[in-house]
C-alpha cells in the first residue's frame, strides 16, 4: 500500500526565506502524489500534484516540488516565504484506494 | 470555494448519541470520500463511495457507517458517540475513483462529543 512520510512536524522559517518541506513515499508502483495545504478552520485545498509527466511540478501561491524517484521523495519548495504562507501542509499517496496522507507539517512563518 | 458542501459546520453532543453529516460534491463528481482529522491521529481515510456503491474502507469504526445516495449525495452515521470520536469530518470528491483523482475537500464538520 502507498504510505507517506513528512518528516518535521513543524517547520519555521523567516519571511522571505527558502521554504523546504520533506516526504518521502513508498510504493512498488509508480506512484500519484500530492501536496495538500490547510489554512486555519478551512479544508484542505490541493496546491499541486504529481502523476508522472514531469518530474518538477509547479504548483499555486509559488510552491513547486520535484519528483525524486531514487530517494523515493517529493518535497515542497517555495524560494521566498510569506506571511500568508503559514498552515499546515500534507503530502499525500494516491492508490487505487483514495489518498493517504502524511502526519502534516505546520509551517510558520517569522516576521 | 471547492464545490464541496457540508452540514452542519458544527455538532455537539453527547457520549452515546448518534448524529448523521452530509456532504454533498462537486457538481459531476463520482466518488466521495470521508476523513477524520483529530490532534493525536492526523488526517485519516474514512470510507469511499463511488456512484453509490462502497469502493473503499479506511480505518472506520464499526459504529460508523455511510452511505451514497442516488443524487450522489452522501451520509456518514456516527453512532454511540464516544469522547474520543470528538473530531473535524471533511468530506472529499473526485469526478472518478483512482489515486491519480484530486480530490476536492468541503470545509468539514466539527464534532465535539461531551
Known amino acids: 500500500a502507498q504510505s507517506v512520510t513528512q518528516l518535521g512536524s513543524h517547520v519555521s522559517v523567516s519571511e522571505g526565506a527558502l521554504v523546504l518541506l520533506r516526504c518521502n513515499y513508498s510504493?512498488?508502483?509508480?506512484?500519484?502524489l500530492f501536496w495538500y495545504v490547510q489554512y486555519p478552520n478551512q479544508g484542505l485545498q490541493l496546491l499541486l500534484k504529481y502523476t508522472s509527466a514531469a518530474t518538477l511540478v509547479k504548483g499555486i501561491n509559488g510552491f513547486e516540488a520535484e519528483f525524486k524517484k531514487s530517494e523515493t521523495s517529493f518535497h515542497l519548495t517555495k524560494p521566498s516565504a510569506h506571511m500568508s504562507d503559514a498552515a499546515e501542509y500534507f503530502c499525500?499517496?494516491?492508490?487505487?484506494?483514495?489518498?493517504?496522507f502524511g502526519k502534516g507539517t505546520h509551517l510558520i512563518i517569522q516576521p | 470555494d471547492s464545490g464541496v458542501t457540508q452540514t452542519p459546520k458544527h455538532l455537539i453532543t453527547a457520549t452515546g448519541q448518534r448524529v448523521t453529516l452530509r456532504c454533498s460534491p462537486r457538481?459531476?463528481?463520482?466518488?466521495v470520500y470521508w476523513y477524520q482529522q483529530s490532534l493525536d491521529q492526523g488526517l485519516q481515510f474514512l470510507i469511499q463511495y463511488y456512484n453509490g456503491e462502497e469502493r473503499a474502507k479506511g480505518n472506520i469504526l464499526e459504529r460508523f457507517s455511510a452511505q451514497q445516495f442516488p443524487d450522489l449525495h452522501s451520509e456518514l452515521n456516527l453512532s454511540s458517540l464516544e469522547l474520543g470520536d470528538s473530531a473535524l469530518y471533511f468530506c472529499?470528491?473526485?469526478?472518478?475513483?483512482?489515486?491519480?483523482?484530486?480530490?476536492?475537500f468541503g470545509p468539514g464538520t466539527r464534532l465535539t462529543v461531551t
Open positions: 499525500g499517496g494516491g492508490g487505487a484506494d483514495g489518498l493517504t
Open positions: 457538481s459531476g463528481d463520482l466518488s
Open positions: 472529499a470528491s473526485s469526478v472518478s475513483t483512482g489515486g491519480i483523482y484530486e480530490q476536492y
Open positions: 510504493s512498488s508502483v509508480p506512484p500519484y
